[in-house]
């Protein structure tokens, strides 16, 4: 039997001008920056440019996917995991026909149906019944197959009494349950899932992974799942592909997938402190460049080990190339699964002008914060509301261990991204006499 | 197939519900069977306009015919009444409703489906479907509309005929169905072709309006076709070259029984709207290709 879906060398090439082009002026003042600099000088933004290694054929191009190739089987989950930006939603998008890929092709053996974002068409003065029946037809169902699963889609939703209500009036929950009710009755032979599932209660998104799992395994249908959940991606997949600066670099069972995927995101040299200042491949952009980044214990000492109850010190050491106004760090943590902790930054303590020098910032997470996993740390720069000056990347990781933590003191993981501590306040209100 | 009850993976496709995706060539390639399978969204997206329009008003389904009346009655006032446009004989009222009737769902229909793409992007952006569908479902919405502006024409009619006048109603009235048909070929081929050019640059939405209203004064709404034809007829070829002029002339004589029925310019008109269809579906599936990645 064929496969359900099959991709060829799949390419998609992405013209960076494009991109919010919306008037014929922006149209001309690019076409004349291209003969005089000072066009560009007078562009209102620096255009983005492609990211290394990803360059199309001609300056303002970079490839956004190239050379993809894959096939699945029905009855197959698949996982697509890569970080931000490196692809994956443009490959959804062409795979769901939403826009044309520049080369290759892909077969796709059945009936086709994309999620990539819940209550799509959704028409606010329309009450949850019209609705119902304009999503599902917009997501390619006939009106006979959603009559007969109506009750179905609104008992799923839980929001019985409220159907013929315009949807304006719903509570964002009941929305979303909604729209995805209405989604997981679709039946495709083939669905594309894009991070939908971050949306609704733990409850109900528990309850959406059951439906999508019992639709690839009971019905045959092929799912594609393109997530940074790795829970989700370990749980309900059996095969994945990792999606690297437009390319697939790996395909295989998820577990191996997301390893890598992990592994990736920090670099394996990481020994808690990267330090640049003999070498050239420094993260940098025209106006600022990181010298050193370093993990540190209360003492003052290198490491990437920590007990829960002490504080972590995430130092960055950094060069300013020309005066900046207005300048801030980002730090966030996620955890080894996937799951974004927090994001702090130093805004509010940031000097507001950078003459060019040296410089440094120090995040310190207080002890009896953090839950005993490992944590990757991601650093970036930017103005705010202006631009970025260094994008978000994982540079260091961090392993929260040992014994002293308030809620649990068995060595097995407690849940929770982060497991503060606490005040608890136990009292005794009256007390039975115990019958001698 | 879809009336088959589900069962496991061994399950075979038929070879009709393969899809293809490859970059695309040429110029004129539409999917009749897809757009055919799609058939209950162009139901169900004709009922919503219809619906969102008039939810949250007072009026409710009376704006539709509560605008032709109204430019009706600016336009006796304005134009017969003061300016002293003559309506050869036809009761004014009657002589400018008659008219509103294609030219107001020409307008409609270009207006709506020459924001296809922009009012869309956000749903074009996350879900594909046979793009054609929006602006023909916006076409035949319009014609819901027409329905109920063509009974008030009907009400007005017969009143007119019980104060004596003298109304015409006879089987000329078919005629009306072939002059529909070239205003709605027409006005889905130029809004296709200005949505498709709006993909990209949002300026001609700014002209589209402008362009509309010109475009009604040098069509005989206001005043008879026989203005534009006779005299020395030196401005003959506005006539000639507006596909709309003849149409609405035409109106008046399939719902009047008074104007100028003009057999050869009614060709001209019939054929340069089949020409400008044809061209509006080839850009619109150029445009619709690609137009979200520029959203």
């Known amino acids: 039997m064929k496969p359900r879906v099959e991709v060829e060398s799949l390419s998609k090439l992405y013209r960076l001008g494009s991109i919010g082009a919306t008037s014929l002026r922006d149209t001309f003042s690019r076409f004349a920056s291209r003969f005089s600099r000072r066009g560009k000088a007078l562009g209102k933004k620096e255009k983005p440019s492609a990211p290394a290694g990803r360059q199309g054929p001609t300056p303002d191009t970079f490839w956004a996917v190239r050379d993809i190739s894959f096939s699945a089987k029905a009855g197959e989950i698949v996982g697509i995991v890569g970080r931000n930006g490196a692809g994956k939603s443009t490959l959804l ?30 028409h606010p003065d329309l009450t949850g019944r019209e609705n ?76 959406c992974l059951g439906k999508m799992g019992e639709v690839a395994t009971q019905h045959g249908r092929t799912v594609f799942f393109v997530s940074h959940n790795m829970g989700a991606v370990r749980a309900l997949c059996e095969h994945a592909i990792l999606i690297e600066d437009g390319r697939a670099t ?47 214990d209360h003492h003052g000492t290198v490491r990437t080990t920590f007990e829960p109850d002490q504080p972590i ?124 | 197939m879809p009336d088959m009850p589900p069962s496991p993976a061994a399950e075979a496709i038929p070879p009709e519900y393969e899809i293809h995706i490859e970059p695309r060539t040429g110029w004129l390639r539409v999917d009749w069977r897809e757009l055919w399978e799609y058939r209950d969204l162009l139901l169900v997206l004709v009922r919503r306009d219809f619906l969102a329009k008039y939810k949250q008003t007072v009026l409710g389904p009376l704006w539709f015919i509560l605008q032709p009346l109204l430019n009706t ?46 009012n869309n992007a956000h749903l074009f952006g996350k879900v594909y479907f046979p793009r054609l569908i929006v602006p023909v479902s916006a076409v035949l919405s319009n014609l819901f509309a027409l329905g109920l502006q063509f009974a008030v024409f009907f009400v007005f009619a017969g009143w007119y005929a019980l104060r004596g006048e003298a109304v015409y109603f006879g089987p000329a009235i078919l005629l009306s169905l072939p002059l529909l048909a070239i205003t709605a070929a027409l006005s889905l ?16 939405s700014h002209l589209t309006p ?36 003849s149409v609405v002339e035409g109106f008046r004589f399939s719902l009047l029984g008074r104007g100028l029925w003009h057999g050869p310019m009614l060709c001209v008109s019939a054929l340069a709207s089949a020409i400008i269809l044809v061209l509006g579906v080839m850009a619109f599936g150029r445009a619709e290709r690609t137009v979200t990645d520029s959203a």
């Open chain 1, 250 to 296: 790996m395909d295989g069972p998820p577990a191996e997938i997301i390893s890598r995927y992990l592994a990736s995101t920090v670099p394996d040299e990481t020994a808690g402190e990267l330090d640049w200042t003999e070498r050239d491949d420094a993260p940098s952009c025209d106006d600022v460049e990181y010298t050193r980044l370093r993990l540190l």
């Open chain 2, 210 to 245: 402008i362009l509309i209203q010109l475009w009604m004064f040098a069509t005989p709404v206001i005043y008879p076709l026989s203005k534009l034809i006779g005299g020395d007829g030196r401005w003959a070829w506005i006539a000639w070259t507006n596909p709309m002029a």
């Open chain 1, 132 to 207: 119902v029946f304009l999503n599902g037809t917009i997501l390619g169902m006939r009106r006979w197959e959603i009559a007969a699963k109506f009750d179905e889609i609104v008992a799923f939703a839980e929001i019985d009494p409220f159907i013929d209500t315009p949807v304006k009036h719903y509570s964002s929950g009941m929305f979303v349950r909604l729209a995805f009710a209405v989604a997981a009755h679709l039946e495709p032979e083939i669905l594309f899932i894009d991070e939908v599932l971050a949306v609704g209660d733990a409850g109900f998104q528990k309850k």
């Open chain 1, 93 to 122: 998008k062409i795979l769901s026909r939403i826009t044309e890929p520049t080369s290759g092709r892909a077969i796709l053996r059945g009936r086709l149906a994309s999620l990539l974002e819940v209550g799509t068409g959704f």
């Open chain 1, 313 to 436: 010190a995430i130092e960055i050491t950094y060069r300013v190339k020309r005066r900046l106004r207005g300048v801030r760090f980002d730090v966030g943590l996620t955890t080894q699964e996937g799951e974004l902790a927090f994001v702090a930054t130093d805004h509010q303590f940031q000097r507001d002008i950078h003459e060019p020098g040296l410089y440094q910032t120090t995040c310190i997470v207080p002890g009896d914060l953090l839950n005993r996993r490992g944590y990757a740390i991601s650093v970036q720069c930017d103005i705010p509301g202006e631009r970025f000056l260094i994008h978000e990347r994982n540079y260091l990781s961090l392993v929260v261990s040992g014994v002293g933590n308030q809620s649990s003191s068995f060595p097995e993981q407690w849940p929770g991204v982060v497991c503060p501590r606490v005040r608890w306040e136990v009292r005794t209100l009256s007390e039975d006499a115990v019958p001698a």
């Open chain 2, 73 to 118: 009655l600016v336009f006796t006032i304005v134009f017969n009444k003061v300016a002293g446009i003559e309506t050869g004989g036809i009761p004014p009222l009657l002589f400018y409703l008659c008219a509103l009737l294609p030219w107001g769902y020409f307008a409609q229909n270009v207006t709506t489906g020459a924001a296809t793409f922009t």
């Open chain 2, 189 to 204: 081929g130029l809004s296709l072709l200005i949505s498709s050019s709006t993909a990209k640059y949002r300026d001609l």
